[in-house]
């Protein structure tokens, strides 16, 4: 896997973002990832809307994303980043969100690409490679 998806990415191509979904088109299957974390985000926030066709319409575009994606697993050496990357932001005094963190991990150990549109906020992560598909290439 080379590039990991975080939620952002995953709502601008939700939203049709063209830049994203540009670049989503030009990387092989195989090497896009989309942690569960991810998806436990994206499940949380249409569940907070009312029964409606837009959440209907965000639910089957969920649903195209679980089939196009792969998951990387989750492994004990995902966990031991997540404690480092953690413990040691809390003690620089810039603690991260620790869903963010969970999947900084994941991309981290895969030594993958974080794909977001936060990279201010993840840059925070020393050694961490961030890019913005949101952006034109």
Same mark, same amino acid.
């Given at each position: 896997?080379?590039?990991?998806?975080?939620?952002?990415?995953?709502?601008?191509?939700?939203?049709?973002?063209?830049?994203?979904?540009?670049?989503?088109?030009?990387?092989?299957?195989?090497?896009?990832?989309?942690?569960?974390?991810?998806?436990?985000?994206?499940?949380?926030?249409?569940?907070?809307?009312?029964?409606?066709?837009?959440? %209907?319409?965000?639910?089957?575009?969920? /649903?195209?994303?679980?089939?196009?994606? &792969?998951?990387? =697993?989750?492994? $004990?050496? *995902?966990?031991?980043?997540?404690?480092?990357?953690?413990?040691?932001?809390? %003690?620089?005094?810039?603690?991260?969100? /620790?869903?963010?963190?969970?999947?900084? &991990?994941?991309? =981290?150990?895969? $030594?993958? *690409?974080?794909?977001?549109?936060?990279?201010?906020?993840?840059?925070?992560?020393?050694?961490?490679?961030?890019?913005?598909?949101?952006?034109?290439?």
């Amino acid at each position: 896997m080379k590039y990991v998806l975080d939620t952002n990415a995953v709502s601008a191509l939700m939203r049709g973002e063209p830049n994203t979904i540009a670049r989503i088109r030009a990387a092989a299957p195989d090497e896009l990832g989309v942690p569960h974390v991810v998806l436990a985000e994206i499940e949380f926030g249409i569940r907070r809307l009312p029964r409606s066709r837009r959440r %209907r319409e965000l639910e089957h575009r969920l /649903d195209l994303v679980k089939h196009q994606f &792969a998951r990387p =697993s989750w492994t $004990d050496d *995902v966990a031991a980043r997540f404690g480092e990357f953690k413990a040691k932001l809390e %003690r620089q005094g810039v603690p991260i969100e /620790d869903m963010d963190l969970l999947i900084a &991990a994941h991309a =981290s150990v895969l $030594d993958a *690409v974080l794909v977001t549109s936060n990279t201010r906020h993840f840059s925070r992560i020393a050694g961490l490679k961030v890019e913005d598909w949101t952006q034109p290439a």
